[in-house]
């Protein structure tokens, strides 16, 4: 492979793509003895880089972006493409990747990229546009998955306004996962396009062509940004309808509960004095147990009369 891309590098009418799945030793000799990459650019393939990133190199640009993964419980793997675009070759390094995601996902974009270069349906005059290429289909990646998410979003909606309530803490678990999904798309979206604005502001030295396609897509993950930011408003009101009806409940609950301790006060205090060891009775005193059971029913009349007006029930 090594000498393959040397001698490509020799021919000036070719535009060279290097795709490597897996990280190794043969892929550090590529990049460092046969295209000179940076060794900052070298070591960042090499490990995982947890923030995207643009390192500008006087021979070509680093650029690190991520894609999302739905894991279980909720979890998003960000799933990392890196970039060293040069004036005349592109290499696309993927991962490293978590052991839970199944490989071919780290693949996704740059598989569906190669279809259409098959297909004729694409034609790259530059790095650049091949690289467009490739983030552009990342970009409606991230779009598809905030269709995902908008998806369980309307389930989650129509449970809420149905009157659903379940298991609160359950249902709260469900409504946050969707939540977190967003954010995480958002900040995918939001930190490319800064990765890619940098680009912009430096570029003095890519062709005007390239960076328009540069400030495409700014636009596109930029958009990204937004929709996963109008979405995430959207069900933080599903949240907060959800969680303002639980707890009106719960207060409803307790001000009946209290109600309740309220009219039976006095039958519990007049029943405390009455049960004292001071007063002992050898016989059943009729007339004075009615009048005892009259005035616990007035009490707590007086009391039911005074919680009515206030409110309570």
Same mark, same amino acid.
Request: proline letters at 4%; a negative charge; glycine letters at 6%.
């Given at each position: 492979?090594?000498?393959?891309?040397?001698?490509?590098?020799?021919? !000036? !009418?070719?535009?060279?793509?290097?795709?490597?799945?897996?990280?190794?030793?043969?892929?550090?000799? @590529?990049?460092? !003895?046969?295209?000179?990459?940076?060794? @900052?650019?070298?070591?960042?393939?090499?490990?995982?880089?947890?923030?995207?990133?643009?390192?500008?190199?006087?021979?070509?640009?680093?650029?690190?972006?991520?894609?999302?993964?739905?894991? /279980?419980?909720?979890?998003?793997?960000?799933?990392?493409?890196?970039?060293?675009?040069?004036?005349?070759? @592109?290499?696309?390094?993927?991962?490293?990747?978590?052991?839970?995601?199944? /490989?071919?996902?780290?693949?996704?974009?740059?598989?569906?990229?190669?279809?259409?270069?098959?297909?004729?349906?694409?034609?790259?005059?530059? /790095?650049?546009?091949?690289?467009?290429?490739?983030?552009?289909?990342?970009?409606?990646?991230?779009?598809?998955?905030?269709?995902?998410?908008?998806?369980?979003?309307?389930?989650?909606?129509?449970?809420?306004?149905?009157?659903?309530?379940?298991?609160?803490?359950?249902?709260?678990?469900?409504?946050?996962?969707?939540?977190?999904?967003?954010?995480?798309?958002?900040?995918?979206?939001?930190?490319?396009?800064?990765?890619?604005?940098?680009?912009?502001?430096?570029?003095?030295? %890519?062709?005007?062509?390239?960076?328009?396609? %540069?400030?495409?897509?700014?636009?596109? @993950?930029?958009?990204?940004?937004?929709?996963?930011?109008?979405?995430?408003?959207?069900?933080?009101?599903?949240?907060?309808?959800?969680?303002?009806?639980?707890?009106?409940?719960?207060?409803?609950?307790?001000?009946?509960?209290?109600?309740?301790?309220?009219?039976?006060?006095?039958?519990?205090?007049?029943?405390?004095?009455?049960?004292?060891?001071?007063?002992?009775?050898?016989?059943?005193?009729?007339?004075?147990?009615?009048?005892?059971?009259?005035?616990?029913?007035?009490?707590?009349?007086?009391?039911?009369?005074?919680?009515?007006?206030?409110?309570?029930?």
């Amino acid at each position: 492979m090594m000498s393959e891309v040397d001698e490509l590098l020799g021919r !000036d !009418d070719t535009l060279i793509w290097i795709d490597i799945l897996q990280w190794d030793e043969e892929a550090v000799r @590529l990049l460092t !003895d046969v295209l000179h990459c940076h060794p @900052l650019a070298v070591r960042d393939c090499a490990v995982r880089n947890r923030v995207p990133r643009v390192r500008i190199y006087p021979e070509h640009h680093l650029l690190i972006l991520h894609g999302p993964e739905r894991g /279980p419980s909720g979890h998003i793997h960000y799933i990392e493409l890196d970039q060293i675009i040069s004036h005349r070759y @592109l290499v696309t390094v993927h991962g490293p990747l978590n052991p839970a995601v199944n /490989p071919e996902v780290a693949n996704r974009e740059t598989d569906a990229v190669r279809r259409r270069l098959e297909s004729g349906r694409l034609r790259p005059g530059s /790095p650049y546009e091949l690289s467009y290429a490739i983030v552009s289909t990342l970009a409606q990646r991230l779009e598809s998955f905030i269709e995902e998410i908008t998806r369980d979003v309307w389930h989650l909606e129509q449970r809420v306004t149905g009157g659903h309530m379940g298991n609160p803490e359950e249902f709260l678990e469900e409504l946050f996962q969707a939540r977190h999904g967003l954010l995480a798309v958002r900040t995918m979206g939001a930190l490319g396009a800064e990765v890619y604005g940098r680009i912009v502001a430096l570029g003095k030295s %890519i062709p005007e062509s390239d960076l328009l396609l %540069i400030m495409d897509v700014v636009d596109q @993950l930029s958009r990204i940004k937004g929709l996963a930011d109008g979405e995430r408003e959207y069900l933080q009101g599903v949240i907060e309808f959800y969680r303002v009806r639980a707890e009106t409940k719960m207060t409803i609950a307790a001000e009946r509960l209290a109600v309740i301790a309220v009219v039976t006060l006095p039958i519990t205090a007049l029943s405390s004095i009455y049960g004292m060891n001071i007063i002992v009775n050898q016989s059943t005193h009729v007339p004075q147990l009615l009048a005892v059971l009259l005035v616990m029913a007035i009490m707590s009349a007086l009391l039911l009369t005074w919680a009515k007006r206030r409110g309570w029930w």
